[in-house]
T-cell receptor, first 117, second 114 residues
Framework: GAVVSQHPSWVICKSGTSVKIECRSL??????MFWYRQFPKQSLMLMAT?????????EQGVEKDKFLINHASLTLSTLTVTSAHPEDSSFYIC?????????????FGPGTRLLVL | GENVEQHPSTLSVQEGDSAVIKCTYS??????FPWYKQELGKGPQLIID?????GEKKDQRIAVTLNKTAKHFSLHITETQPEDSAVYFC?????????????FGQGTELSVKP
């Protein structure tokens, strides 16, 4: 299957700092990228949908000024957690959707574990 | 909106046995149903998917069946191996190729005992 990379794989930061997470689709052009958040032993919670060159669409309850998303190209999306606090500690996973012939498939990155002290 | 229910939440089987995980969805217009496997500390990995114009799809030891009338779909793993142990998520999407979002089930933790 297609490859989605995510960097960094884990990050520890102090409260109040900002953290940027990069997501890349390595071998395909993604029509849409998604950012999810996952708490231990829970399902995937969609935070926002990102299309190249346009503003991200945030899910209800997700603060767009807190979680900044930039989709610079068809292969790169970034999530910046601004002024991170301990409650932002979580597993963040990006996902990219792409395909050909009208058949699209959604692939996930390996995730980024964020710990805010 | 769409809602997906997944059962069971945990499943323990002996190596070599079969495992079945079931999901139901609420909106009959849903047209895409992928299954993901997530190992501890990793991102979900697509293992098989099915679209609404197909009733069954198989890939080696893994198969998915779709019953559109009853609005449920199932994952079948045969000849289970310890490396099949993971959390499995089903998902459903309305108008997938028009940008519809994936709605995930709650997940099933599969444990395969050697």
């Amino acid at each position: 299957g297609a490859v989605v990379s995510q960097h960094p794989s884990w990050v520890i930061c102090k409260s109040g700092t900002s953290v940027k997470i990069e997501c890349r689709s390595l071998d395909f052009q993604a029509t849409t990228m998604f950012w999810y958040r996952q708490f231990p032993k829970q399902s995937l919670m969609l935070m926002a949908t990102s299309n190249e060159g346009s503003k991200a669409t945030y899910e209800q309850g997700v603060e767009k000024d807190k979680f900044l998303i930039n989709h610079a190209s068809l292969t790169l999306s970034t999530l910046t957690v601004t002024s991170a606090h301990p409650e932002d500690s979580s597993f963040y996973i990006c996902s990219a959707r792409g395909g050909s012939g009208g058949v699209e498939t959604q692939y996930f990155g390996p995730g980024t574990r964020l710990l805010v002290l | 909106g769409e809602n997906v229910e997944q059962h069971p939440s945990t499943l323990s089987v002996q190596e070599g046995d079969s495992a079945v995980i079931k999901c139901t969805y609420s909106d009959s217009a849903s047209n895409y149903f992928p299954w993901y496997k997530q190992e501890l500390g990793k991102g979900p990995q697509l293992i098989i998917d099915i679209r609404s114009n197909v009733g069954e799809k198989k890939d080696q030891r893994i198969a998915v069946t779709l019953n559109k009338t009853a609005k449920h779909f199932s994952l079948h793993i045969t000849e289970t191996q310890p490396e099949d142990s993971a959390v499995y998520f089903c998902a459903a999407s309305l108008y997938y190729n028009q940008g519809g979002k994936l709605i995930f089930g709650q997940g099933t933790e599969l444990s395969v005992k050697p």
